[in-house]
């Protein structure tokens, strides 16, 4: 398993360029199924969980090729469509393809994801629309397996605001048979990435963006031609970044609007962010501020920053309350920012992070893919060594961040075990 190797205390200076969004890549991707014929994918990030999704796809039978950032898909051949347990294991994200086969095919054999490092995360919300939309859902050894011979429009309202149960709804109404109106639907822009594409594809959608989406079925999609959206995480996290070294930072291609709740809170703690030609300027401040943070979904704070936020606010002046809204086990990073100096206490759904004068270089261990960021921050401005064991995870969403984070003057390097 990789480790990287950071000496903290090095200011980040220059400029990057921001990848294409992991999270709106994902269901992008697997919309692919729901057309016959090859449909062009632009601005996808090199990384584990998209090499994932593309094994996940090539298993339903979906044939791929591509070059870099440009990816082409003809999904529309279903020979399979079972979503097997070694896939759902590794990225949860896999039960996007729930919705799709079954509006395709009229059936999906889809493993249950288990728990997971941040919470339980259960799909619950996911089967109870595609209930409603007449789908048959049995539970058998560990499988969803849905059923429908054509699912019909209905009215459907989620409990609780859900990314993936939106965009698996999203993508199974596209197909189906009358109008479907989703309330309390996700708001998140990787949700309105995934609507375009089906907009592109010849789906009838209203309101994407908005927390009352309709979807007018179609008989059928065609391919498209498409641009995934900059990641407004890997963009927050160098904003943090770069913050927290007292750096001077300009993003590229980012999307300034979708970074907006972070933006106004680094303000809140006296760091410049402002646009420029071409990008987004950071500019760190002589002393941080204390802020508290509460994450929300879309346009609230997200939770995906949460942990990256929390580092900076380690060695702020002043305490910091952290609220976690979305996961109820979202603060496995706090044990290893305390590793490093970091004066945090967790009362049930709040971090208290009173700022130190400095954190100290350690041997610290990644738990989950955000986690993992948040140490790299955190050792970016730790005063010595931080070794960071099971850099896998951060693989899963940050494409190359060693090679970026050098180029901006960091020290850190990735030793291979
Ligand atoms: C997406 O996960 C993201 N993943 C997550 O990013 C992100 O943290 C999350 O949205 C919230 O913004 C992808 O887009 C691939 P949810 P998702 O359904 O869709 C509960 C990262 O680090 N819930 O919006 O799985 C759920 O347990 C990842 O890149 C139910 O109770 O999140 C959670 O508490 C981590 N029942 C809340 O809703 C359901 O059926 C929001 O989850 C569905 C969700």
Redesign the pocket.
């Known amino acids: 398993m990789d480790k990287f190797i950071i000496e903290g205390g090095k200011r980040l200076e220059g400029r990057v360029r921001i990848s294409g969004s992991?999270?709106a890549a994902?269901p992008v991707l697997v919309s692919s199924l729901l057309a016959d014929g090859w449909s062009t994918y632009r601005n996808i990030p090199d990384l584990a969980d998209i090499r994932t999704i593309k094994r996940l796809l090539a298993n339903h039978g979906a044939q791929m090729e591509g070059q870099g950032e440009t990816l082409r898909i003809n999904g529309g051949n279903i020979s399979n469509c079972e979503a097997p347990y070694d896939l759902v294991r590794t990225m949860?994200?896999s039960v996007l393809v729930l919705g799709p086969l079954v509006a395709r095919t009229g059936k999906a054999r889809v493993s249950l994801p288990g728990g997971c490092a941040?919470?339980?995360?259960?799909?619950?919300?996911?089967l109870k629309a595609l209930e409603a939309m007449g789908a048959e859902i049995d539970l058998r050894e560990g499988y969803v397996e849905a059923k429908a011979k054509r699912l019909k429009g209905a009215r459907i309202y989620f409990d609780?605001?859900?990314?993936?149960?939106t965009e698996n709804i999203l993508m199974a109404a596209a197909l189906a048979k009358g109008t479907t109106r989703l309330e309390n639907a996700?708001k998140?822009p990787?949700v309105v990435n995934l609507a375009d594409t089906l907009e592109a594809m010849g789906a009838k959608i209203k309101g994407a963006g908005t927390d009352v989406i309709t979807i007018e079925g179609v008989e059928g999609l065609r391919p498209c031609e498409v641009s995934v959206i900059p990641d407004r995480?890997e963009a927050g996290t160098f904003l943090i970044a770069a913050a927290v070294t007292g750096g001077d930072v300009v993003l590229e291609g980012c999307d300034t609007n979708h970074l907006d709740a972070l933006i106004l809170k680094l303000r809140e703690t006296g760091i410049t962010v402002e646009p420029v030609d071409g990008g987004l300027r950071v500019r760190g401040a002589p002393e941080i501020r204390s802020a508290d943070v509460k994450t929300l979904?879309y346009p609230g704070f997200?939770?995906?920053l949460q942990a990256q936020i929390m580092a900076l606010l380690a060695v702020a002046r002043g305490s910091s309350v952290v609220t976690e809204t979305?996961?109820?086990n979202r603060f496995m990073h706090v044990a290893e920012l305390r590793r490093l100096g970091a004066d945090i206490v967790v009362d049930g759904h709040n971090a208290v992070v009173k700022g130190v004068k400095r954190l100290k270089g350690a041997p610290v261990m990644a738990t989950?893919?955000?986690a993992s960021a948040s140490l790299v921050v955190a050792g970016l401005v730790a005063e010595g060594k931080t070794t960071l064991s099971r850099v896998y995870h951060i693989d899963r969403?940050y494409q190359t961040i060693e090679k970026k984070l050098t180029a901006l003057g960091a020290s850190i390097k990735r030793v291979r075990a």
């Open positions: 992991k999270n994902l949860r994200a941040i919470g339980a995360r259960p799909i619950n919300l996911h609780i605001s859900t990314v993936g149960g996700a998140e990787e995480i979904p997200p939770t995906d979305i996961f109820e989950d893919l955000r969403g």
